[in-house]
């Protein structure tokens, strides 16, 4: 894949942690101006919210449940040139302690009649990250346009209209295969989520399944592509050894989140933020309320990861995992630079 020009992986992800003061206060570090914003109480139980700017901010779900869409206008009241406002809601509780995980994509979006459904296309084809919106109609073979300009290795859809599980599509399982980011279960097989069709670079495509292509009811997607040394959205097999199978990702992460797909198990998320250094003991559970959990232990490397655990969880079993660098920079040569 050619160098894309990420040089800074803060310009389009980056963590931020901070305490909720139960008033108003501006969230400021990120790097950027967040178009998407994943927000995740640590200190105690409590769901998660998501907010993008195609739905507007005061528009948030739930990644661990299957909530319709809701409103707060005391969440996140903006997006800044470095971070974001808010209000006195429920991610800005006192003394409590959050994760706000912050991706870059190109504002309020555009419509997009790539597919056969007009959608509404928000894309970031420098880094590989598109949020689209569009009605759904129940048709099989429906097409959406995505706006990357390449294939996506990974699109994760809700349904904001109704109740309905998040569905995921994960090129390493393929077009009949479906893992929901909600739940815990192993990969379930179906032609009527992605109609048995894998993306391409303009569209990526539906079947007749409710909680991807609902007749009259508007969806949303996260669609991720990779990009050399800041990205990557693959598989590993676990190895059942404490000292377990490494993953090259081919840069240092900076956040990472896997699901095993040959078993039951949670979807964990790992960041530099909240443990600065190895070993990784800290996760979040993206389908669970829970806060903060320790765990084992997660070496983040120059280059990938490896769990030092032969826990089912992690490694023992088969697995996918989305990554983001740390601080990507290719050479003219398109290697990454992963020395320290």
Same mark, same amino acid.
């Given at each position: 894949m050619a160098y894309t020009g990420i040089d800074k992986s803060s310009d389009y992800f980056n963590t931020k942690l901070y305490t909720g003061n139960g008033s108003t206060q501006t969230i400021s570090g990120v790097g950027? @101006?967040?178009?998407m914003t994943w927000v995740k109480v640590r200190s105690e139980t409590g769901g998660h919210r998501l907010a993008d700017a195609v739905r507007g901010y005061t528009k948030y779900i739930f990644p661990n449940g299957t909530d319709a869409e809701g409103t707060n206008s005391n969440n996140i009241t903006s997006w800044n040139s470095d971070g974001f406002a808010l209000g006195n809601g429920s991610i800005n509780e006192n003394t409590r302690t959050? *994760?706000?995980w912050n991706w870059?994509?190109?504002g309020a979006g555009s419509s997009n009649t790539d597919g056969s459904i007009t959608s509404t296309v928000s894309a970031n084809t420098t880094a590989g990250f598109s949020i +689209?919106? /569009?009605t759904g109609n129940s048709t099989s073979g429906a097409t959406v346009g995505h706006g990357l300009g390449v294939v996506p290795k990974m699109i994760i859809v809700k349904t904001t *209209?109704?109740?309905?599980? /998040? +569905?995921?599509?994960?090129?390493?399982?393929?077009?009949t295969k479906y893992l929901e980011l909600n739940n815990t279960g192993a990969v379930g097989t179906s032609t009527a989520a992605w109609n048995d069709?894998?993306?391409?670079?303009? +569209?990526f495509s539906l079947g007749s399944w409710s909680n991807t292509n609902d007749n009259g009811y508007g969806m949303i997607a996260y669609c991720f592509a990779e990009k050399t040394g800041y990205s990557k959205f693959g598989s590993y097999v676990g190895n059942n050894n404490a000292d377990g199978t490494f993953v090259y990702t081919g840069f240092k992460p900076a956040w990472i989140m896997i699901k095993q797909t040959s078993d039951t198990n949670q979807w964990f998320i790992f960041d530099n933020k909240r443990k600065t250094f190895n070993p990784e003991t800290l996760?979040? @559970?993206a389908n669970t309320s829970d806060g903060d959990n320790a765990f084992t232990s997660l070496d983040f490397t120059s280059n990938g990861f490896k769990f030092l655990t032969s826990n089912a969880a992690f490694n023992n079993g088969s697995y996918i995992y989305m990554a983001f660098a740390e601080a990507p920079l290719v050479g003219s040569n398109n290697v990454p630079c992963t020395a320290r």
């Amino acid at each position: 894949m050619a160098y894309t020009g990420i040089d800074k992986s803060s310009d389009y992800f980056n963590t931020k942690l901070y305490t909720g003061n139960g008033s108003t206060q501006t969230i400021s570090g990120v790097g950027h @101006q967040p178009d998407m914003t994943w927000v995740k109480v640590r200190s105690e139980t409590g769901g998660h919210r998501l907010a993008d700017a195609v739905r507007g901010y005061t528009k948030y779900i739930f990644p661990n449940g299957t909530d319709a869409e809701g409103t707060n206008s005391n969440n996140i009241t903006s997006w800044n040139s470095d971070g974001f406002a808010l209000g006195n809601g429920s991610i800005n509780e006192n003394t409590r302690t959050y *994760a706000s995980w912050n991706w870059k994509a190109n504002g309020a979006g555009s419509s997009n009649t790539d597919g056969s459904i007009t959608s509404t296309v928000s894309a970031n084809t420098t880094a590989g990250f598109s949020i +689209v919106s /569009w009605t759904g109609n129940s048709t099989s073979g429906a097409t959406v346009g995505h706006g990357l300009g390449v294939v996506p290795k990974m699109i994760i859809v809700k349904t904001t *209209a109704r109740t309905g599980n /998040w +569905v995921t599509y994960h090129h390493t399982l393929g077009a009949t295969k479906y893992l929901e980011l909600n739940n815990t279960g192993a990969v379930g097989t179906s032609t009527a989520a992605w109609n048995d069709t894998s993306p391409t670079s303009s +569209v990526f495509s539906l079947g007749s399944w409710s909680n991807t292509n609902d007749n009259g009811y508007g969806m949303i997607a996260y669609c991720f592509a990779e990009k050399t040394g800041y990205s990557k959205f693959g598989s590993y097999v676990g190895n059942n050894n404490a000292d377990g199978t490494f993953v090259y990702t081919g840069f240092k992460p900076a956040w990472i989140m896997i699901k095993q797909t040959s078993d039951t198990n949670q979807w964990f998320i790992f960041d530099n933020k909240r443990k600065t250094f190895n070993p990784e003991t800290l996760y979040i @559970q993206a389908n669970t309320s829970d806060g903060d959990n320790a765990f084992t232990s997660l070496d983040f490397t120059s280059n990938g990861f490896k769990f030092l655990t032969s826990n089912a969880a992690f490694n023992n079993g088969s697995y996918i995992y989305m990554a983001f660098a740390e601080a990507p920079l290719v050479g003219s040569n398109n290697v990454p630079c992963t020395a320290r």
